[in-house]
């Protein structure tokens, strides 16, 4: 991998970024919502609108909006919640940490099961352990999430009462008791992923198992378990690392519904409120902070693409 290569994926990235900034603004300004009538409520004077509006800069041109509100993105100040009163910037930075820690454990989970799952079906092609994890593959899709978070509390929390239903305790203030309320929501979300990545690692596997340089491999006197996993899988994964890559602008914003049923306070969830309050500032600071997370992420996918497979050289 070339410098060249890093510095124009870092640029990539930037522009990304800048675009996006762009829209964000955009269509927040043709939201039906006035920001000053939000602020000071429906009853509120002209006067007191007009000049609350002078002092946000709302009488100002849409380019002179957007360049002092991106310039102060750029030292992650997002402005003040129309809704609590309070700076953006702490409220969703800690909502993300909330949603990043939910989606590094389902992660986890994700590829501790799905890989060996995948692997294990592609080495028992047309098996009965192939079909088995098949079968329970197209079953962890076919659930959706509020189906497959309520059967869980009904099981673990009603039935046999061993983890807690719902909540959020930070693990800073109790680890054991924070992890246990983590528990069911990870397992929730890690399910759809753990079916959608171990058919695509017992796709490539088998595809890999097949190619000549592991035949050679196997003809040199490797062992199966050093020709499996030093060779096939090293390549079989790269393919995984895309998905994972994607999943994780899923994991960030797409499990509202997850933090919802267990009542997690992340991103997903504050900007469901904020879109329902019609909350500008905070729409556009979680809309950013998942974009930029979604771009880092992606970008570290490629430098991963490298790592795992040395013949890749990206000019």
């Known amino acids: 991998m070339t410098p060249t290569y890093l510095v124009k994926r870092l640029l990539l990235v930037v522009y990304t970024l800048l675009v996006v900034s762009m829209l964000v603004f955009g269509i927040t300004q043709i939201l039906p919502a006035d920001a000053a009538v939000t602020m000071l409520g429906q009853n509120a004077t002209p006067e007191a609108l007009a000049a609350l509006r002078e002092q946000l800069g709302l009488n100002q041109s849409i380019w002179s909006q957007y360049w002092h509100w991106f310039s102060h993105v750029l030292e992650l100040d997002f402005g003040t919640s129309m809704r609590t009163g309070q700076p953006v910037a702490g409220a969703m930075f800690d909502a993300l940490g909330r949603s990043l820690l939910l989606a590094v454990l389902s992660l986890s989970l994700m590829l501790i099961i799905a890989i060996p799952l995948g692997v294990w079906a592609a080495l028992k092609r047309g098996k009965a352990a192939d079909l088995v994890v098949s079968f329970f593959s197209y079953i962890g899709v076919s659930f959706p999430e509020f189906v497959t978070a309520t059967l869980l509390m009904l099981l673990f929390s009603n039935y046999w009462h061993l983890l807690p239903a719902t909540g959020y305790v930070p693990l800073g203030e109790d680890f054991v008791d924070g992890l246990l309320h983590l528990i069911l929501p990870a397992i929730t979300v890690s399910m759809i992923l753990v079916a959608h990545v171990s058919r695509m690692v ?114």
């Open 202 to 315: 017992r796709s490539e596997m088998v595809d890999v198992m097949k190619t000549d340089y592991i035949r050679a491999a196997t003809l040199k006197g490797l062992s199966r378990r050093r020709v499996i996993f030093r060779h096939g899988l090293r390549n079989g994964l790269l393919p995984t690392i895309t998905i994972v890559a994607l999943d994780v602008g899923y994991l960030l914003g797409g499990i509202v519904v997850v933090e919802e049923i267990f009542a997690i306070p992340g991103i997903g969830r504050a900007l469901i409120v904020a879109v329902t309050s019609r909350d500008l500032p905070s729409i556009q600071a979680g809309v950013m902070i998942l974009a930029t997370t979604y771009c880092v992420v992606n970008f570290l996918a490629d430098l991963a693409y490298a790592w795992l497979d040395r013949r890749i050289q990206f000019s």
